[in-house]
Nanobody, 124 residues
Framework: QVQLVESGGGLVQAGGSLRLSCAAS????????MAWFRQAPGKERVFVTS????????YYADSVKGRFTISRDNAKNTVYLRMDRLKPEDTAVYYC?????????????????WGKGTLVTVSS
C-alpha cells in the first residue's frame, strides 16, 4: 500500500520560510517523479513543482520560480519543498504527489498517488 505523508506546514509571516517534507512508502521511490501541488481555498489544485526520480531535473510553476526549491533523498524515500520569501498568496494546502516515470509538468488528473496534504498559511 502506497503512502505519502506530508509534514512541515504551519503559520508563517510574509517573507518567511518553511520546509515541507513528504515521506513515501510502498513504492519504488526512485522510479517516480515526485511533485508538490497546492490548493487554495475555493480554487482548483495546481502544480507547483516536480523533480525526476534521479533528482537530476526539477521544474517549477512561474509563480514560485526563484523562491521555492524541491529536492529529494532517495535513501530516505523523502521529497522536500523549501519555500522562501513566502507571500500571502502562497497560502494553501500543499499536497505531495507521485507519478511513475520521468515527467516534467503534469496535471493533477495524471497523478498516481496523493498525500493528504499539509496546510501552509502566510500572514501579511
Amino acid at each position: 500500500q502506497v503512502q505519502l505523508v506530508e509534514s512541515g506546514g504551519g503559520l508563517v509571516q510574509a517573507g518567511g520560510s518553511l520546509r515541507l517534507s513528504c515521506a513515501a512508502s510502498g513504492l519504488t521511490f526512485s522510479s517516480y517523479t515526485m511533485a508538490w501541488f497546492r490548493q487554495a481555498p475555493g480554487k482548483e489544485r495546481v502544480f507547483v513543482t516536480s523533480i525526476t526520480g534521479s533528482g537530476g531535473s526539477a521544474y517549477y510553476a512561474d509563480s514560485v520560480k526563484g523562491r521555492f526549491t524541491i529536492s529529494r533523498d532517495n535513501a530516505k524515500n523523502t521529497v522536500y519543498l523549501r519555500m522562501d520569501r513566502l507571500k500571502p498568496e502562497d497560502t494553501a494546502v500543499y499536497y505531495c504527489a507521485a507519478r511513475r516515470g520521468v515527467v516534467t509538468y503534469f496535471p493533477a488528473g495524471s497523478v498516481d498517488y496523493w498525500g493528504k496534504g499539509t496546510l501552509v498559511t502566510v500572514s501579511s
